[in-house]
């Protein structure tokens, strides 16, 4: 499966590119940390900005939204620049169409941005569990290091002498969970993140790039 995506990433590298650039440009925008600007990283987070994991579900949404309204805007201008004259008048010869060069990589660089429009897996993992419940292990193991300090806390105070002054245990610091979307925002937006969970997975299994280059033969070849 990552070999796949990695191929599928490689394939279509402007459009991988250049979604790591606007979810950089979103993490700016809504203050979360970037810690990354390799966007072509050799790995499951390649066609990616690195950042730090968003802590609210308002956030999540609008990371989920914003960087990916830009590609499919962009990507969609270049398909319908390219598009007709290649796929639906056949103009594909020089003498008849002396921009066929230029169409061609149109309809490829839209191609590879459309296929390159939706958030990471775990991106979407983690806005999902924000609207509808459920933690990742990295914060059921915060929770349980947590809980786990908490009892020793109260284990290490002194039992107090008759007479004396109690003695408060050294609570530890609770760790920073997310926070929750409201049970109306969690009805309203289901269509939404179940889009974009539905969308992450597909990429992630390298589906729309494939999808898009079968088509494209396809079509190429009936007219």
């Known amino acids: 499966m990552k070999i796949l995506y990695l191929v599928t990433k490689y394939l279509t590298f402007p459009g991988a590119f250049l979604k790591g650039f606007w979810e950089h440009v979103t993490c700016r925008i809504l203050k979360i940390q970037a810690t990354d600007r390799r966007y072509l990283r050799p790995d499951g987070s390649c066609g990616h900005a690195a950042h730090a994991p968003a802590m609210c579900h308002v956030r999540a949404y609008l990371f989920s939204l914003l960087p990916y309204l830009a590609q499919r805007i962009l990507g969609w201008v270049f398909v ?98 997310p926070k929750r979307a409201p049970r109306a925002w969690r009805i309203i937006l289901a269509p939404c993140n179940a889009y974009f969970l539905a969308g992450a997975w597909l990429e992630r299994c390298g589906i729309p790039a494939i999808a898009a280059a079968v088509i494209t033969v396809v079509v190429l070849a009936l007219r």
């Not at 924000?130 to 105070?157: M, W």
């Not at 002194?158 to 007479?163: D, H, L, V």
Request: charged share 15%.
């Open 80 to 177: 319908a620049a390219a598009a007709p004259p290649l796929l639906l008048f056949n103009l594909r010869g020089l003498e008849e169409n002396p921009l066929l060069v230029p169409e061609i990589i149109a309809l490829f660089l839209g191609l590879s941005i459309l296929c390159n429009s939706f958030p990471a897996w775990e991106d979407a993992l983690r806005h999902w569990r924000l609207f509808y419940g459920g933690n990742s292990p990295e914060e059921e193991q915060a929770i349980a290091d947590y809980t786990e300090a908490l009892l020793a806390a109260f284990e290490a105070v002194p039992a107090p002498e008759e007479g004396g002054v109690p003695v408060s245990p050294n609570l530890p610091q609770a760790p920073d969970l």
